[in-house]
């Protein structure tokens, strides 16, 4: 239930090119990530996407100077087509960050039920319980819209982009709203 309100993007791109030259065109547009670490270093990357290539598979994401951490990872396969390469493209959230907001929205949807039980099944004449008995819904409604908006924001960017880098037209866009 929980997981049909995290964010995705599945677009699938028709070009003109070949599988080769898309493939070319994406390592030009690539850099490898530079190593994570826990200080506060601020990476500056050369080239706008961060990622790898292996065959026909990439994995990729936009290369940012400001923190996101809704994010998408591009996650694409190329395959040669009649008239041209047809780009399958799934965008999700990092997995750990997935992982996160799966059991924080999931621990705030139980106090929702906790606090509709309380509200319905109890006999509660206390003004300020009433009150602090909706806070699990703001933080749910909260979360869901912090998680959206980063993400949507992002995945726009990245879509069109891919567009245009990769010489295509959509042909296919299914999204999570």
């Not at 990622?51 to 996101?68: H, P």
């Not at 809704?70 to 190329?78: A, E, Q, R, S």
């Not at 907001?101 to 099944?121: E, K, N, P, R």
Request: charged share 20%; with cysteine.
């Amino acid at each position: 239930m929980i997981k049909k309100f995290l964010p995705f993007e599945e677009v699938v791109y028709h070009s003109k090119l070949n599988k080769e030259e898309l493939l070319a065109r994406l390592n030009n547009e690539i850099e490898a990530e530079k190593s994570f670490g826990f200080g506060a270093k601020s990476f500056s990357y050369s080239k706008p996407y961060i990622g790898k290539i292996a065959y026909d598979r990439f994995e990729i994401k936009r290369a940012i100077n400001y923190r996101n951490s809704f994010l998408p990872v591009i996650k694409g396969t190329i395959k040669n087509d009649l008239n041209g390469s047809k780009i399958n493209v799934k965008m999700n959230l990092i997995d750990f960050v997935k992982v996160f907001m799966i059991v924080w929205l999931g621990g705030v949807s139980l106090g929702c039920i906790a606090s509709t039980y309380s509200l319905f099944f109890r006999n509660n004449t206390n003004s300020e319980t009433g009150f602090f008995m909706f806070i699990p819904f703001v933080m749910l409604v909260f979360g869901i819209a912090m998680v959206s908006f980063g993400f949507k924001a992002e995945s726009k960017k990245s879509i069109a982009d891919l567009e245009e880098l990769l010489q295509a037209k959509i042909i296919q866009n299914n999204n999570s709203n």
